[in-house]
Nanobody, 125 residues
Framework: VQLQASGGGLVQAGDSLRLSCVAS?????????MGWFRQAPGKERAFVAA????????YYADSVKGRCTISRDNGKNTVWLQMNGLKPDDTAVYYC??????????????????WGQGTQVTVSS
């Protein structure tokens, strides 16, 4: 199982970014809930957003609610995280993750059994 995250970069406050995560899974991608987490320097990994196996249900951290949108295309084995109105506090390495035993979105990192390598997002003020 491989998860390849991309789309990070250096942006200014107020800008937007769209992160992508392409999954190469032994089992079918559309049987898994997917999530995005982030880890800022000196801080623990934190939940950002999650989506169920069909893309019907989503779940967001309060810190990004209203500014981020998670979506997926099972035909492309891809999940995206659209981030708008970026703030310096959003600076972190962003990781996508797959919950290969779950269908519903979850914020608990222990529920995810596969992780991507991370993509750096840096927001300057």
């Amino acid at each position: 199982v491989q998860l390849q995250a991309s789309g990070g970069g250096l942006v200014q406050a107020g800008d937007s970014l769209r992160l992508s995560c392409v999954a190469s899974l032994e089992r079918t991608f559309n049987n898994h809930a997917m999530g995005w987490f982030r880890q800022a320097p000196g801080k623990e990994r934190a939940f950002v957003a999650a989506i169920d196996w069909r893309g019907d249900n989503t779940y967001y951290a309060d810190s990004v609610k209203g500014r981020c949108t998670i979506s997926r295309d099972n035909g492309k084995n891809t999940v995206w995280l659209q981030m708008n109105g970026l703030k310096p506090d959003d600076t972190a390495v962003y990781y996508c993750a797959a919950d290969t035993y779950g269908l519903s979105p979850t914020s608990q990192s222990l529920d995810y059994d596969y992780w991507g390598q991370g993509t750096q997002v840096t927001v300057s003020s």
